[in-house]
């Protein structure tokens, strides 16, 4: 079990170990947890990122120049509606989660 | 290679300046503050070049230990008794994760009730928990053990930590004429720690000990099975390396006499010293007895004291550790299942307990009943072996009634 | 390396299974973009084990270690003794523990680093109760409020972590609040170039334990410092700064009823909270701008 040499040119090789470690960099499917989802109604918004500072996943981005300003990534979004609370325009509404996924 | 008068303690430390230790983190406890203590100095002096960090309690010992080791560095920790018992949890962290630590444990007893005296009940209490267990016969071994595990336990088969024991006060403080090595002779031996395994290192990031499923538990705990079987086979050839380097010989377990002995005595620690010389005596009055010497407890070696001890009668295994609860002492417990195939009367001894001395006499005593219990001339023995007549009626109270 | 399989925009997995509107996923999310790739973590079985993961999966992209609830500090001075033997001093070694692994079982690990000034940055996610054995009391649960362990209301006012480690004198330790995520990032970037122990103090509302909608997590961190019952200042080498005084302590009602954990309170208690709230409020007050002189 050796040390791993860094060296960017070669390709990666496993090497096997023993114990408990984790390997993998991976996600949880969250996205299906949610009852409710954030519903942006762009026009009102004025792009302030307040929502994407406070997401506790982290999946909103602002894009400044586009009408469709708030991009969400529903895969991992889980309802918890904290975007909605602290939007100072309150333009973002929970509205219920459409079909039984 | 040179002389030097060195106690038990102090034969430690050198075994782990010589070893270069790079992170030290040791709590002070009777009888082993010396060797924190005797660290501090070779530190402090720039003898050794390490970074001490003086610790407020054996389980953050352990726990900075391990983790320094899993960054990189060769640590050192020590402990006795009670301070071993608060290292458990972490005992099995370190274990668990294959951190290969050498850990110098000075036999002491744990309380209750308070003893500050020599008895294996504190290492044996951890004998589940995945670490290696070597016991010294005496100070020389002491170094020469300490040195040899490091190779051992780093070994890319074994993976397992530990512990070097030395019999509180009787080995820890006393002055023995030591063999000692060169610098060059143990690099040559045992070389810089090299990472194997799981590691910390921000440029080859892994995430260490995080919650593992009952799919995979049982196979690690394998994983840590195999690695103590392995340890077997490596301390057979790091025992004959050391010994074509350094001239010693170590053992697994030695049979000093126990070829034609009629009976034999198996013990652990320095107690076996003593017995070698009672061999000697009875020997030299005609009776055949022998001491079987088991220097390493973890893994338990059980093929080798099979083939020392299959074509005995009657054997007698000594307990340093009371094993409450227990139909006799733990290491009689395990040695009878080792021995379990063959037609054997194996006996269970406890005695030394907190401290008491194990002289000639007693196991003297416990020879001849051997012998008595060979020859059919008794059928029972004396499982408390150096018991006082009064043991119910040591304490009394006085109460107004 | 770890087999990346998952798309990210920072070091953290967006797919954590911590609770919708987790306070703690928000302070482990800011903390990762502070302190960046060169950080080695320490995470104490408990809520914030979510991102060390499950099986041979885990939510984190930096190297870290799971161990004892006790014992993060001292595994994190292991991680950095390691560190100087490499003669590496730019890796950050961060324990990410809760309260109850830092003020009640870790509290003695946590002493021995700050007295020894080992370098270790360490962020205390306060929700207030032992959250992921299942909402029982710590000695960070504050007055009156309902846990498992005190289901009729705490009996005893809570430790104050930040005044233990002022009392060690460690170059930095600083509280924090979620509401401010730019002030918790400022604090945490000081607390990395600190060269020795530092500790942040944020607390991390919980919409499981103190029982109230998910979304309100922000705008509960926001009234407890606006009510006083949470004072956020620095500690820098000797001197203290409060970082925000509110004009006027909002009514701590405000911040009582949004949550389950106070709805046994009863209309004395809430009065009793309410005037020690405001006097320990003046007095803190006083006790901090009379350390710095």
Known sequence: ?101 | MTYKMLDGNSAAVEAMKLAKVQVISAYPITPQSSISEKLSDLVESGELKAEYIRVESEHTALSVATTAQLTGARSATATASNGLALMHEILSMTSGNRVPIVMPVVNRGIAAPWTLWCEHGDSIAQRDTGWMQFYSQNVQEVLDLTLTTYKIAEHGDVLTPAMVCIDGFFLSHSLQKVKVPTQEEVDKFLGKYVLKNTYLDPSDPMFICNLTPPEDFTEMRYQQKVGMDNAIKVIEEVQKEFLSKFGRKLHIIEGYKTDDADVVLLAMGSMTGTAKYVVNKMRSQGKKVGIAKLTVFRPFPFEHIKNLLGDKKVIGVFDRSAGLGGQGGPVWSEVSVALKEFDIDIRSYIGGLGGRDVPADTIEKIFDELLSIQNREKDTHTQWIDLKKNAMEIREVIKHV | MYNIQHDTKDLVSHGVPACAGCGLELVMRKTMDVLGEKTIVVIPPGCSALFSGFGDETALKIPGFQGNLENSAALAAGIRAGLNVKGDKETTVLAFAGDGGTVDIGLQALSGVMERKDRVLYICYDNEAYMNTGIQGSSSTPLFASTTTTPTGKKTNRKDLLQIAIAHEIPYCASASIHNPRDFQKKVKKAKETNGPSLIHIQAPCPTGWRYEPSKTIEIAKLSVETGLWVLYEYEEGKITINYKPKQLKPIEEYLKLQGRFKRMTPEEIGQLQEETTNRYERYIKKLEGMSL
Request: proline content about 7%.
């Open chain 1, 1 to 101: 079990m050796q040390r791993q040499q860094e060296k960017p040119t070669e390709k990666p090789k496993k090497f096997r170990v023993f114990g408990p470690v984790a390997t993998r960099f991976t996600s949880s499917d969250t996205g299906s947890w949610r009852l409710e989802r954030p519903k942006v109604r762009f026009e009102d918004c004025i792009k302030c990122g307040t929502c994407a500072m406070f997401c506790p996943v982290n999946i909103i981005e602002i894009l400044k120049d586009q009408k469709e300003c708030v991009i969400i990534d529903f895969n991992y979004c889980k309802g918890c509606g904290i975007c909605s609370n602290v939007c100072p325009k309150k333009c973002i509404d929970m509205v219920p989660e459409r079909g039984h996924e």
